[in-house]
């Protein structure tokens, strides 16, 4: 949740949000998610980190199970991670025909800081190229917005824009590396 490996720029040290933010579904499952328990079978069952804390013999809190039957909140954890997998199987598929479209291109970033003679350049990314996005046929844009594509597409080239924000917050909060010199050759 930063621009830079090993930053979060919305949690602090001790792993609180320092800020009201949107916390991806991804994080909101945890500790629980859906795992093939067996590799020759599609049946997908909720797991957890038995590592947490979260979860115990606790004198306080909410019940997973009322005796062998699993509780609401348990049934809504299932649906939370089975809504989850879901979306992600429509996103895998989203992802695949922008590939068949060929309107994947490698991205990069570079962001000027102030004072700094160089630019911060990310890279590594996928995104859509809007070049090739706008001298797309109509018939084909038209397929796009019907099936849903289209929204979606100007969502992920809207989102690109929070990169900065993002950097923005490391640097407010000391947490931008430093610049290491390329050598010229």
Not at 25 to 49: H, Q
Not at 54 to 77: C, R, S
């Amino acid at each position: 949740m930063g621009m830079n490996e090993g930053v979060n720029v919305y949690m602090d040290e001790n792993g609180k949000f320092n800020n009201p933010v949107y916390l991806p579904a991804y994080i909101r499952r945890y500790p629980f998610m859906l795992a093939r328990l067996r590799p020759d079978s599609d049946e997908l069952s909720l797991c957890f980190d038995p590592t947490t804390e979260a979860l115990g013999d606790f004198k306080e809190g909410e019940a997973l199970f009322d005796g062998a039957e699993p509780t609401q909140m348990t049934k809504d954890i299932l649906k939370f991670c089975e809504d989850f997998e879901q979306a992600g199987a429509r996103t895998q598929a989203f992802v695949e025909e922008l590939k068949k479209l060929e309107l994947l291109m490698e991205g990069e970033v570079a962001i000027q800081q102030d004072g700094s003679e160089n630019p911060f350049i990310y890279r590594g990314f996928q995104m859509v190229n809007e070049e090739k996005l706008r001298d797309m046929r109509g018939d084909e844009l038209r397929k796009m917005n019907q099936s849903g594509m289209l929204p979606l597409i100007y969502a992920h080239l809207f989102s690109l824009n929070l990169v900065r924000d993002i950097f923005a917050l490391q640097m407010q909060q000391g947490k931008v590396p430093q610049q290491v010199e390329l050598p010229t050759n």
